[in-house]
């Protein structure tokens, strides 16, 4: 594969909603097979970066480069071609409500493969078996709890076998062993399908466990304050907001002072 | 993952009667449509005592589709108690496979319902009945919280009740206009072609005057409000429905008939007498307007013999059945929102039934009304 190192290349991005900017000026780079961690306090624009990367919003200034080329000068059709080989896992699992579990991981294959009905129930056996979640294929959303809507969420962003795995707080709101089962699969998703990953989350350990690389977003700055493994950050971090943060530590006032 | 030269996966079992090898072949990507699959007695012909082993020199690409037929054949040995020696697979597929549980799901015997043309009638009838004493019950409870809100201790806000009167009135001024016009314009044009072979013309006044006032304004207005408001309580309310926005309310101790149903029915039964009577007032004159160019008949004549022909009491009656049909579009609808499911495609059930039960209920109430009417001679 001659392909270049970096997957997505974000540069000089500026994200607005109006008047309101949420980022500005932010450059990173996404490796091919990393996973990468998006970090940063609440409200910081995680969630919004997340949209403009996956074509739901428009960015102000700046260029999004997917395998080198500018994902946002591209038609609509260019664009939705790209789309095709990202799996997205949204904040709050955003899971079609008229649908069962299992048509929810069912709908993209039925659109986008030639699979025929039967071939496509073993897989999405196969892909809710991989969230644990055999049992609910016929469970409206509706009925789920929260931390399953985020599994089924996962297991419908897994329908494609996508080359680029955007998730949006995927451990939020599950108990600790399931967690580590989604950092696990995490990983072996990476491992075995050879998916690059952008994680957005906060949960400290299945950060650590899991990232490779990644960014912290400053809510006051607006832009990125830190480059790096979510364990080089907490270890070798010159910013102390970022050591802070990721020791689940207060700042101290004096460097508040500093950093604002 | 990339698209040149892919060979199709292919899997062939050797060693048949002692230890079988299973090799597997080529790109395994599901979502290119390459899915073979493994029977579910293919590994009986395997010695008992060895495990199953792997040889994947020729495997290329794979995704989840190695990962389906994998499952298949760990469960195939699971069922035929045989063991599997994965030592030979990529790491990262077998742990994979070791997240997939070991056990299909049993599929569930489907239930067969027998819908019996007696069972679907009883059923119904009790979902009628069920539902019948559920409006009733909550106009008892919007009626007991709005008389809370005269003595000063109900929850609806002011706020809101002014948003539901402006949505509910002025925003429907318009299209309560063009209806009622129409209709007052369509009975003039209808008896003017019967009257006119009487030389009767004038009396195309008292026809529009009567049947305007007494039915068809107050009848076409409610069908106006119950597409178009009760429609919109109904959806709202399932909206909120499917959030848990009623459960947060309920939570906190506002009872959803104060805060939502309350000023919703208040501002319908505050608007829809206006609206019938303005929209009286643009029937008659819809009526007018065909009448004098089609007729024989004068502008003050006509004026003349309406006034004549209308007594207050028609209008008593009109606002009276405006009321009513306000306060049964709005409670009816706001039950088949409160009601509805919490899934999107439930939002759109209870706007399509909210209408319906509206339009159907103001046509019945409005029957009703006719015989008491009749009976009271007014
Ligand atoms: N549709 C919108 N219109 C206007 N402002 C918005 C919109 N969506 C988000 N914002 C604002 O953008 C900022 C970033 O929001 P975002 O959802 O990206 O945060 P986040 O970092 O994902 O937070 P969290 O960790 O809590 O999910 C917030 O200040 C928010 O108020
Ligand atoms: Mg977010």
Redesign the pocket.
């Known amino acids: 594969m001659s392909k270049t190192e970096s997957l997505l290349s974000v540069r000089g991005l500026t994200l607005a909603?109006?008047d309101?900017v949420?980022q500005q000026d932010l450059s990173f780079d996404v490796r091919r097979g990393s996973i990468f961690a998006v970090m940063?306090?609440?409200?910081?624009?995680?969630?919004?970066?997340?949209?403009s990367m996956i074509g739901l919003l428009r960015p102000t200034l700046g260029t999004i480069l997917f395998d080198g080329a500018d994902y946002w000068t591209g038609t609509d059709a260019v664009r939705a071609e790209m789309g095709r080989r990202f799996g997205v896992l949204f904040?709050g699992g955003a899971l079609w409500s008229a649908l069962t579990v299992g048509e929810n991981v069912a709908l993209p294959m039925q659109m986008f493969t030639t699979l025929d009905a039967v071939s496509i129930q073993r897989l999405v056996a196969v892909k809710l078996g991989l969230v644990g979640l055999s049992a609910a294929v016929d469970t409206m959303p509706s009925a789920l709890s929260g931390g399953m809507r985020k599994r089924a969420g996962l297991a419908r962003a897994l329908a494609l076998d996508p080359d680029i795995l955007f998730l949006?707080?995927p451990s939020a709101g599950l108990d600790p062993v399931t967690s580590r089962r989604m950092d696990d699969l995490i990983l072996n998703l990476r491992d075995g399908l050879g998916a690059t990953i952008i994680v957005?989350s906060?949960e400290l350990a299945s950060l650590f466990a899991v990232a490779d690389d990644g960014v912290f977003?400053d809510?006051v700055r607006k832009t990125a304050i830190a480059h790096g493994s979510p364990a080089t950050l907490r270890d070798g971090c010159a910013d102390p907001q970022v050591r802070a943060f990721m020791r689940r530590e207060q700042v101290e006032p004096a460097h508040k002072e500093a950093v604002g | 993952m990339t698209a040149h030269d892919e060979a199709p996966a292919r899997w062939a079992m050797s060693g048949a009667g002692g230890p079988c090898i299973l090799r597997l072949e080529g790109d395994w990507l599901a979502r290119r449509g390459a899915l073979p699959g493994f029977p579910k007695d293919g590994l009986v012909g395997c010695g008992a005592d060895v495990s199953l082993q792997f040889d994947i020199a020729g495997l290329g690409h794979w995704d989840s589709g190695l990962i389906a037929f994998l499952w298949d054949v760990k469960r195939a040995a699971i069922s035929a108690g045989r063991t599997v020696d994965a030592a030979g697979l990529p790491l990262a597929a077998t742990k994979l496979l070791g997240l997939l549980p070991d056990q299909a799901m049993a599929q569930e015997a489907v239930v067969v319902h027998h819908i019996g043309p007696l069972n679907w009638l009883g059923g119904q009838t009790l979902a009628t009945l069920h539902e019948m004493g559920m409006i009733s019950r909550l106009s008892g409870s919007t009626a007991r919280a709005g008389w809370q809100f005269t003595r000063g201790r109900g929850l609806m806000r002011g706020t809101d009740l002014w948003a539901n009167i402006l949505d509910a009135g002025p925003q429907a001024l318009i299209i309560v206009s063009i209806v009622n016009f129409l209709i007052g314009a369509i009975l003039a044009f209808v008896g003017a072609v019967e009257l006119r072979k009487f030389s009767a013309d004038i009396y195309v006044a008292n026809l529009v005057g009567l049947a305007v006032v007494r039915e068809m304004a107050a009848v076409m207005t409610a069908i106006v409000m119950a597409g178009r408001t009760g429609g919109a309580y109904a959806a709202r309310i399932a909206t909120m429905q499917g959030n848990e926005e009623i459960d947060a309310l309920s939570v906190i101790g506002i009872s959803s008939t104060g805060y939502i149903v309350l000023p919703a029915v208040l501002a319908m039964m505050l608007m829809m007498p206006l609206l019938y009577l303005y929209g009286s007032l643009i029937g008659v004159f819809g009526g007018f307007v065909v009448a004098i160019s089609m007729l024989n008949v004068t502008a003050p004549g006509y004026w003349n013999e309406t006034v004549n022909a209308l007594a207050f009491s028609q209008f008593g009656l009109g606002v009276t059945k405006s009321v009513a049909f306000a306060f049964l579009i709005g409670v009816s609808s706001c039950r088949i929102g409160l009601r509805a499911g919490r899934s999107s495609a439930d939002v759109g059930v209870a706007a399509t039934r909210a209408v319906v039960a509206g339009i159907v209920g103001v046509i019945a109430l409005d029957a009703v009304f006719a015989v008491v009417a009749e009976t009271f001679g007014i």
């Open positions: 909603f109006g309101h949420v940063g306090p609440s409200g910081c624009g995680k969630s919004t970066i997340m949209r904040q949006d707080e957005v906060h977003l809510a």
